[in-house]
């Protein structure tokens, strides 16, 4: 049985959404947040004190994408493909967390996330310029296939979609870039990832 630290309300949710593609058991140990977005108790078994962390028997993970890799292997294909479209998965995750995610979370917390007097526009303009060239990229790689390795769904596409999910939620303006706007609406409404979205947004 997977044990996901964390709540549904925070990168946990991106581990739910992937042990529901898995179809493996698991459960939900609660940890959430106090005000300020500080843990309302130490993560004891994750060194950075942050969520989530997996425990799978004697194995204990942290980060969110790591921990998805390692879910996606014991599925195996179609959901983690061997050969060379491994070597993909990798490249997008790691895509996912360096050009990615940290643009996203610029926008983010200064378009939604914090509260409204604590926002800066700059800050989230800039967020967004950034995050925008990165989309034009993923838009021409979208233009040539459907997913992000080969033909079909991986956990490289749910890594990036998870990621992206809350600007998705939150009114990010992907109109300049429409493949990768109906490959996250595919991404995000896939019935693994309705569940998984039942227990964050209740
Ligand atoms: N890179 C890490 C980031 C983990 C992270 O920042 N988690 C947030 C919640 S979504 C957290 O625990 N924040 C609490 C804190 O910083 O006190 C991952 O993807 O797992």
């Not at 078994?45 to 014991?74: M, Q, R, T, W, Y």
């Amino acid at each position: 049985m997977l044990r996901i630290h964390g709540i549904p309300r925070s990168r946990a949710f991106r581990c739910i959404w992937a042990a529901e593609e898995a179809g493996l058991p698991y459960e939900v140990v609660p940890i959430g947040f106090a005000p300020g977005f500080k843990l309302e108790r130490a993560v004891a078994i994750n060194p950075n004190n942050k969520i989530p962390a997996l425990e799978d028997g004697d194995l204990v993970l942290f980060e969110s994408l790591a921990i998805n890799l390692h879910i996606a292997k014991k599925a195996g294909a179609p959901l983690m493909p061997a050969g060379d479209d491994a070597s993909r998965v990798l490249q997008w995750t790691l895509w996912t967390a360096t050009e990615a995610e940290p643009h996203v979370m610029r926008w983010s917390y200064n378009a939604y996330l914090k509260p409204e007097a604590e926002r800066v526009a700059a800050e989230a303009a800039a967020g967004k310029e950034a995050l925008d060239a990165r989309l034009a990229v993923l838009e021409k790689e979208l233009a040539q296939r459907p997913f992000l390795v080969g033909e079909g769904f991986t956990i490289a596409d749910l890594n990036l979609a998870s990621v992206l999910y809350g600007s998705w939620m939150n009114g990010y303006d992907y109109g300049p870039f429409p493949k990768v706007k109906a490959w996250l609406d595919a991404c995000l409404t896939r019935p693994a990832a309705l569940r998984a979205r039942r227990q964050r947004e209740g």
